[in-house]
């Protein structure tokens, strides 16, 4: 018996992608800064009452976490998602592009890339299938919730 495909899940791994993206270049320009909070951690214990700034210690170990754990989970979701893609062949590529990148509506789709309803949605589904297969199916990294492996309790 044939697995269901949850389309809508695809769909939503690949309306995310771009957030991914740039949730991941923030992260990585915020570890930048690590150097600079540490001496302004020190100099604060120099200069002050002999106190450490609990505020600056606590952003320092959170972009450690980010280093150590968000964006290695945030670039493997971006890497095989990117890599599911471009498994695909150019006529699907296309279509990804044009509906999930630029984000056009099913209609603007078919007329763009003027093809039927019905063969519009044939490839979707082929589409989406793809995807899904290749990350992995309902065992997907793409799946893991990253907000909630990384709240604070």
């Given at each position: 018996?044939?697995?269901?495909?949850?389309?809508?899940?695809?769909e939503?791994?690949?309306?995310?992608?771009?957030e991914?993206?740039?949730?991941?270049e923030?992260?990585?320009?915020?570890?930048?800064?690590?150097?600079g909070l540490?001496q302004?951690?020190?100099?604060v214990a120099?200069?002050?009452q002999?106190?450490k700034?609990?505020?600056i210690?606590?952003?320092?170990i959170?972009?450690?976490?980010?280093?150590?754990?968000?964006?290695?989970l945030?670039?493997l979701?971006?890497?095989?998602?990117?890599?599911?893609?471009?498994s695909?062949?150019p006529?699907?590529?296309?279509f990804?592009?044009?509906r999930?990148?630029h984000h056009?509506?099913?209609?603007?789709?078919m007329e763009?890339?003027?093809?039927?309803?019905?063969?519009?949605?044939?490839?979707?589904?082929?589409?989406?299938?793809r995807i899904?297969?290749?990350?992995?199916g309902e065992?997907s990294?793409l799946?893991?919730?990253?907000?909630?492996?990384?709240?604070?309790?």
């Amino acid at each position: 018996m044939k697995k269901r495909i949850p389309y809508r899940q695809v769909e939503n791994w690949l309306a995310d992608l771009p957030e991914w993206k740039a949730r991941l270049e923030m992260m990585q320009e915020q570890l930048a800064n690590i150097p600079g909070l540490t001496q302004k951690f020190e100099l604060v214990a120099i200069h002050g009452q002999g106190q450490k700034n609990e505020a600056i210690l606590n952003e320092v170990i959170r972009r450690l976490q980010l280093r150590e754990l968000e964006i290695p989970l945030l670039q493997l979701k971006v890497q095989v998602l990117e890599g599911a893609i471009r498994s695909l062949r150019p006529e699907e590529r296309k279509f990804v592009e044009e509906r999930y990148g630029h984000h056009l509506p099913n209609a603007d789709t078919m007329e763009k890339l003027g093809v039927s309803p019905r063969t519009y949605y044939e490839r979707r589904k082929l589409v989406l299938e793809r995807i899904y297969l290749f990350a992995g199916g309902e065992n997907s990294i793409l799946d893991l919730k990253d907000e909630a492996l990384f709240e604070q309790t």
